[in-house]
């Protein structure tokens, strides 16, 4: 069965600096790669996605993820971390098979220091 | 464009009481899905609607959840009776297909959620 790991329950970076939040997935063949924010008391919110093509995929508020087939990961970067940014991000997969649904890792909950 | 819709955004009652949530999906989406996330978790499936049909409602607790779809647009989840496990935020998210016939891909994007407790 697949699976979605984020090994990192919670990260505090300070503001400024580098983030990167790493999952990892267990699957019969590649995916489709999802990374989600939820900031407190709301929705999820889509940051990006991968499909195929380039493996380095730019999504919206900065944030980037680079697909790596050998490692089965899709680690999510941000090189200067505002304090907006605090929230969970939920890494999540999907066949790639039309409609289908997501299945998400457990989440990283991201704190910002001053 | 307006987003999915989701209400009521906060509902708390006592355990043995009937609960209800709707959604309206995005224009145009025909499918359409409930998900419920427990604390400190990922969201897990319940439901998945393609147009007025349950297509896969295998994760849904049958004994006490029910939805509906009527007319292929809003959705509807329902408990009858909550019991204090069911406390927990009940997402809903529509999503559509793009690409072509060499590979169809699917992006969901989901409500603000519906905050259950239940004492």
């Known amino acids: 069965a697949q699976s979605v790991t984020q090994p990192d329950i919670h990260i505090t970076v300070s503001e400024g600096a580098s983030l990167e939040l790493r999952c990892n997935y267990s699957?019969?063949?590649?995916?489709?790669l999802f990374w989600y924010v939820q900031s407190p008391g709301q929705g999820l919110q889509l940051l990006l996605k991968?499909?195929?093509?380039?493996?380095l995929v730019q999504g919206i508020k900065g944030f980037e993820a680079e697909f790596k087939r050998s490692q089965s990961s899709f680690n999510l970067r941000k090189p200067s971390v505002h304090w907006s940014d605090a929230a969970e991000y939920f890494c999540?997969?999907?066949?790639?098979?039309?409609?289908?649904?997501?299945?998400f890792g457990k989440g990283t909950m991201l704190l910002v220091s001053p | 464009e307006a987003g999915v819709v989701q209400s009521p955004r906060y509902k708390i009652i006592e355990k043995k009481q009937p609960v209800a949530f709707w959604c309206n999906p995005i224009s145009g989406h025909n499918t359409l899905y409930w998900y419920r996330q427990n604390l400190g978790q990922g969201p897990e499936l319940l439901i998945r609607?393609?147009?007025?049909?349950?297509?896969?409602d295998s994760q849904l607790p049958k004994d006490r959840f029910s939805a509906e779809r009527l007319k292929g647009v809003d959705s509807t989840l329902k408990i009858q009776p909550a019991e204090l496990g069911d406390s927990a935020v009940y997402l809903c998210a529509s999503s559509s297909l793009s690409g072509t016939s060499g590979g169809f891909q699917e992006t969901q994007y989901f409500g603000p959620g519906t905050r259950l407790l239940v004492l």
């Open positions: 999540a997969v999907a066949p790639r098979s039309g409609y289908s649904t997501l299945t």
């Open positions: 699957y019969g063949a590649t995916p489709y």
């Open positions: 991968y499909f195929s093509g380039d493996t």
């Open positions: 609607y393609e147009n007025e049909e349950a297509v896969d």
